[in-house]
């Protein structure tokens, strides 16, 4: 009977032989690409199965799921909240998140700002970017907002700028929206060189993410396969 780390172990092989395919054809180099795996829903026995694998990042969507996963954990695993962030939870998620990949207004930054002194630490904090100009109820800022809320994080003293996420639209052609993205961090780049995370990728579309030149995947299913039904 297979195990359960056999099966992660499995879906981790795999998901590496498209990013190194994927690297390959892009002419880039397998270390520029940092994978997250995604661990929402999934035990926080997966998670320790995965650092015993060599993963050292996971992803998750939502609190308080994330923090009491975070304090059952003992691998030495980074934290990278990545869902949409209610500002009342944004405290409670800056004392055990590394990374908040969904930083989408200033009143968000404000509170993981507060949330993070109070912990006395720096989070680091990435800007969303939402390209879907058909569905407003999505998390993100426009592309013309970035600079803005960018300089917000900057001036924040327990925030650290890393870059930019998005999530591609539902049903359309991941390239353009992830070529934007790129676009939109090399002009960040300009002001703040740190801010170099390019967060974007998942399981459907981790190819194109990596040729337009992600930094950061975010896989969640490929790895750990479907998950369960929490209904």
Request: charged share 25%.
């Amino acid at each position: 009977m297979t195990s359960r780390r056999d099966e992660i172990a499995a879906g981790l092989a795999e998901t590496e032989q498209r990013i190194h395919a994927a690297c390959h054809a892009a002419g880039r180099d397998r270390s520029e690409i940092t994978l997250i795996a995604v661990t929402k829903t999934y035990p926080a026995s997966d998670v320790e199965l995965l650092a015993d694998l060599g993963i050292t990042d996971v992803g998750e969507n939502r609190h308080p799921e994330a923090g009491d996963k975070h304090a059952e954990v003992t691998a030495p695993v980074r934290w990278h909240f990545l869902g949409g962030l209610q500002t009342n939870k944004a405290g409670a998620v800056a004392h055990y998140a590394d990374a908040v990949h969904s930083v989408d207004r200033a009143k968000l930054a404000r509170s993981l700002q507060r949330g993070a002194e109070a912990a006395g630490r720096v989070l680091g904090c990435s800007v969303q970017v939402d390209f879907d100009t058909t569905d407003p109820g999505r998390s993100g800022v426009p592309p013309d907002a970035v600079d803005e809320l960018a300089a917000l994080i900057v001036a924040s003293e327990h925030l650290r700028l890393d870059g930019v996420m998005t999530v591609a639209p539902l049903g359309a052609d991941p390239r353009p929206v992830f070529e934007h993205l790129v676009a939109i961090s090399q002009n960040l780049r300009k002001q703040h060189p740190e801010a170099v995370m390019i967060s974007a990728g998942m399981s459907a579309d981790l190819e194109q993410a990596v040729e337009a030149g992600a930094t950061h995947l975010r896989v969640g299913r490929s790895i750990l396969g479907e998950r369960p039904n929490t209904r």
